[in-house]
């Protein structure tokens, strides 16, 4: 709709009760203000511009979880050297499928006419009082067995990376969509006003699915994932250059909120209310990003815990798992993603790439599970002891999983990797009111499909929602004639009950 007629058509109860732009939200302004919260002359600036968009807001229900930090290892880990054990693809290692499981079936380069089974290289053994399956490629992630809720019947209904990765990320496979972590911000907003409610830190190669993995879509672009980076100035552009006082710079802002403002008045977009929000968001930020990259108030057992500044392997034949000083970088990320959520954060995307294994799966994964192992299982002993993961999800996911058929790609000599499986794979959770030390569905013999209780993306979207407080259907926004969601209007999404505590 037209922002102009949207406005126009509002009614006088939206007005007195909307608590973003009514009275609800003057008041709140108002409040701040006397507070000291805002600087002089902000208030009738945000509370005409719509500028509390980030403030916290409670949910349909009560909530389990308040922040979220998601693992994303983009590429897919394969799961049947790491997390479902299956035996008997290990003996039936180098043998044929037969047709009728292959027939309609699509690969991304495997040849399937004389393509055979692939047995796992791994040992695997018992965890923790559940008797959670791990692979020797993550033992420190296998002492946190009975905190972890591990879902080995995913279901994806896409099988190339970008697609696959845009419907974990954005629940359809379509460009232009908005992120998990943009639908909590949207809900739910922020418990830090000088920080984002929505991060984002990579480490790695750089995944193939890029900015659109943490973008706001249709929804206004205050909700939109904002990168930091862990060397350096946390967001480029952020600081002061040299010899402007700060005294200046806030008088800048003033006159450019102005000007916003009179446009806000006229036309009604948004988008405006979210570039005011932005500037000012950008203006706290110069303090606080600093303060949380810093971290000399940390202790060296918990810098040791996570393995920051550890150096890369000396053997990296065959790496895709990024450049150099990747192991450091991602034990840095996930030690910020407990300062963020410590601080109020609402998503943490923690993004890594890549885990795309066509070839030399048992080096590359080795490399890959070195690098991730260690700080991933520090952080949630680390969530735990601060007593931070009833009230923070973890999340360990991918686009899809690897086939149990070994990928034979012509021109290779050998057949040493897995091609994209997306009909059954796994991912798990922890914390934030899921069940720990349960292991969900089952897949056949080989892993090739689901036996007992597929979960689908949407299935699984709609879950994390429910863990936040936050009805799935009712969570929208209307766009194109549509009140659009995360679970996409195109399927049926159910919560996976048996999942949550």
Wanted: proline share 5%; net charge neutral; glycine share 10%.
């Amino acid at each position: 709709m037209d922002p102009r007629a949207e406005h126009i058509a509002s009614t006088r109860r939206e007005f007195l009760t909307t608590c973003a732009g009514g009275l609800g939200g003057a008041a709140l302004t108002t409040l701040l203000a006397e507070q000291g919260a805002l600087a002089a002359g902000q208030t009738a600036r945000i509370a005409g511009a719509n500028a509390t968009a980030l403030s916290p807001r409670d949910p349909h229900f009560p909530a389990r979880a308040k922040s979220c930090i998601f693992i994303f290892l983009e590429g897919a880990p394969s799961q049947l050297d790491l997390f479902d054990y299956k035996p008997k693809l290990r003996e039936l290692d180098g043998q044929k499928l037969p047709d009728s499981l292959l027939q309609n079936m699509r690969f991304a380069f495997l040849q399937k006419d004389t393509a055979t089974l692939l047995g796992s290289r791994r040992e695997f053994r018992q965890h923790g009082e559940s008797g959670m399956w791990f692979s020797d490629l993550v033992p420190n992630l296998a002492t946190c067995a009975d905190d972890i809720c591990m879902i080995k019947t995913m279901q994806s209904d896409q099988f190339n990376h970008h697609p696959g990765q845009l419907l974990m990320q954005t629940g359809t496979a379509m460009w232009g969509f908005p992120t998990t972590g943009a639908w909590l911000s949207y809900g739910l907003g922020t418990e830090n006003r000088n920080l984002p409610s929505y991060v984002v830190l990579n480490a790695g190669r750089g995944s193939s699915g890029g900015a659109t993995l943490w973008q706001s879509g249709f929804l206004p672009s205050i909700h939109e994932g904002v990168r930091l980076r862990t060397e350096g100035d946390p967001i480029l552009n952020l600081a002061n250059p040299a010899g402007l006082p700060d005294s200046l710079q806030r008088q800048g802002l003033d006159v450019l909120a102005r000007l916003n403002e009179k446009r806000f008045a006229r036309v009604h977009d948004p988008e405006i209310a979210s570039r005011i929000a932005n500037y000012e968001l950008a203006y706290r930020m110069q303090s606080a990003a600093p303060e949380l990259v810093d971290l000399s108030g940390e202790s060296q057992s918990t810098l040791d815990a996570y393995g920051v500044n550890r150096p890369d392997p000396k053997d990296t034949k065959n790496n895709r798992g990024g450049p150099a000083g990747t192991y450091a970088t991602f034990a840095n990320n996930c030690l910020l993603a407990r300062r963020l959520v410590e601080r109020g954060v609402r998503f943490v995307n923690l993004i890594h790439a890549s885990w795309d294994h066509h070839s030399d799966l048992d080096s590359g994964l080795a490399y890959n599970c070195g690098m991730a192992d260690q700080p991933v299982a520090a952080l949630l002993k680390d969530l735990k002891q601060r007593g931070l993961l009833d009230s923070t999800l973890v999340v360990w996911a991918s686009e899809f999983g690897r086939t149990p058929l070994g990928e034979n790609r012509p021109g290779y000599k050998a057949v040493s990797g897995r091609d994209h499986h997306p009909k059954a794979f796994s991912l798990w959770m922890a914390g934030g009111g899921v069940k720990g030390g349960l292991s969900y569905g089952e897949t056949d013999e080989i892993g090739w499909d689901v036996a007992v209780n597929p979960v689908h993306i949407n299935d699984f979207q709609a879950t994390l929602l429910h863990l936040f407080g936050i009805d799935h259907v009712r969570l929208s926004y209307p766009f194109q004639g549509a009140n659009m969601r995360l679970t996409t209007i195109a399927r049926e999404a159910t919560v996976v009950r048996d999942l949550v505590a």
